[in-house]
């Protein structure tokens, strides 16, 4: 069995906003990935005066996407476990009670934009590292709940330029098309995204739980159990 690559997942305060950060060679998303992101997502919630998250890797990545050598020599009941993790990982990101903002510090591919677009904004970098859904490339399909996830929050030019043909994204390009909400001078995306969060936050009285239910409405729907769908995150060989 190939070894998960390793990461890290912590978590800090800045007044009332929580910066979560990956810390690993690529934080490709893994059994591993999903439970630490699981326990810091408990500890965020545990702070009451926190209002908003953002979340960031550390050095060239944001995320690199499925740890696919790890994926592909899962047992049937690793392939489940890791299933349930990651569908459950999805529904707290997308359904989290506060303001959530991707701070997207490098190359953002595969499963890692698609995470980053599980939350309410984004912010990138100006002139350092690419975002794309290189599927196309490694010969995969969307499972149904991925699918979703990119029919709901794309419009069609950004279906177009980003799945069917998978190009690559700068930051620049990435305003331009829609995919990120605003751009950051190279290193200082978390304290765009902070600053961000905080003004969308700032004098506002609304509660977590209308927060969660609002979101759960609109997009419950998108993030549902795959399982059956799995082998198709697998490449084709």
């Given at each position: ?28 998303i893994n ?57 459950e ?47 196309i ?8 709940s ?54 969308l ?37």
């Amino acid at each position: 069995m190939a070894p998960p690559i390793h990461v890290d997942v912590s978590v800090t305060k800045d007044g009332e906003v929580a910066i979560l950060t990956m810390s690993g060679t690529q934080n490709r998303i893994n059994t591993m990935f999903c439970k630490k992101w699981l326990k810091a997502l408990d500890k965020v919630e545990s702070w009451p005066e926190v209002k908003a998250l953002v979340t960031t890797g550390s050095g060239k990545f944001y995320s690199n996407g499925l740890d696919l050598e790890n994926l592909m020599t899962f047992t049937e009941a690793e392939g489940t476990e890791f299933g349930k993790l990651f569908l459950e990982l999805r529904r707290r990101i997308l359904c989290f009670p506060m303001v959530t903002v991707a701070a997207i510090n490098g190359h953002c591919f595969a499963g890692g934009m698609l995470i980053a677009f599980l939350h309410d904004y984004r912010v990138m970098h100006d002139g350092r590292g690419w975002m794309c859904l290189n599927e196309i490339d490694l010969g995969m399909v969307f499972t149904p709940s991925l699918k979703a996830i990119i029919t709901t929050k794309f419009t069609p030019v950004m279906i177009r330029e980003a799945t069917i043909f998978g190009n690559r994204f700068t930051g620049p390009q990435a305003l331009k098309l829609g995919f990120i909400d605003k751009l950051a001078d190279n290193g200082k995306s978390v304290q765009v995204a902070i600053d961000l969060a905080q003004s969308l936050t700032a004098g506002r009285s609304y509660g977590r739980q209308i927060v969660h239910d609002m979101k759960e409405d609109f997009y419950g729907h998108i993030v549902f159990d795959d399982m059956a769908e799995l082998e198709k995150l697998k490449p084709k060989l």
